[in-house]
């Protein structure tokens, strides 16, 4: 199949819920925890053993069901904890072994032309996109961050186990950025998603650690629109602020109310941070059964 159309293909089915004729292809029996603290669907996590039709309604509704799950196979011990991501029979081989640094771009028609799929990394400066690829990849410096905002300029290419690319990309929101360095940013990266055929998913970064704010739900929005298949990445939530600030989960539920409005299907989500290693092996998982697919189908 043509690389365009099996992106079609694969795109199209992202936003809804896979079709019946989909066949597990890796019998995966997850050894995962039960999911601890997840309030956002706790209450309707009881329900999804139940074969009622609204109990798979419910699962529809709350969770993302991976490449061939069907709402009403799921077990609560098929959810990845901190997330409402169910884990499929595409699930496997999540282990990183090795990573290169293959290029830098800085524009779209640069980047590699291999055609092994890829995974985006985007948010606003400083939110942890840099941080995130390596503490996925368990090295200090594969990426190089900053605590300073707009240190990623380019668009990087990583290579891991020779067969699949983490991207870095420049963060958007970078209010010291000029404004030629701005509007250079929205071609630069627009043109980037709506062209790369071989993207996966865009991981949209949003900071745990603050409210919902109004850039992340336009960009969101905007991937959304153009039917860019994206993964939710809360970082920092080590965070845990004093005072009236609120806590992370807050903030996401919080974020997922605005979210919910604009998706008929909730987009996958997952809590991270790159300083206690949380979220690390269950977001690689979940990366793991959208390359599957991917390379599947
Ligand atoms: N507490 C905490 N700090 C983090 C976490 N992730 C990143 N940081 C800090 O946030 C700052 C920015 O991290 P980067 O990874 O450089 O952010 P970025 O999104 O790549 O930023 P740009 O390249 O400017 O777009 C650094 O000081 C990191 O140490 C996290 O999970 N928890
Ligand atoms: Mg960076």
Redesign the pocket.
Known sequence: MQIASKCRLFHSHFFSIFPQSIKPRNPFSPKIQKNPQFSIYASSSRTFNSSSSSASILARKVLFMAPGVEPEDIKEDMILPGSNIVVGPYAGDAKIKEVEFVKSSNKPKDCPKDERPEFA?L?????????????LVKKKEV???????????LINHFLVNKSWYIV?????G?ANASEAARMDWSSFTKGYFLNRDTLVSVLL?IDA?VPPQKIDLDCANWLGRNKIPITFVF?????MKGGKAKRPDQNIRDFQELIRQNYNHQPPWIM?????G?GRDELLLHMSQLRNYWNNE
């Open positions: 990394m948010g606003r400066s400083n939110v942890g996109k840099s941080s995130l690829i390596n503490a990426a190089l961050t900053s605590k300073k905002p707009g240190k990623t300029q870095d990309l420049p963060g958007y970078f970064l650690s970082t920092k939530c080590d965070k991270t941070s790159s300083v206690s949380l």
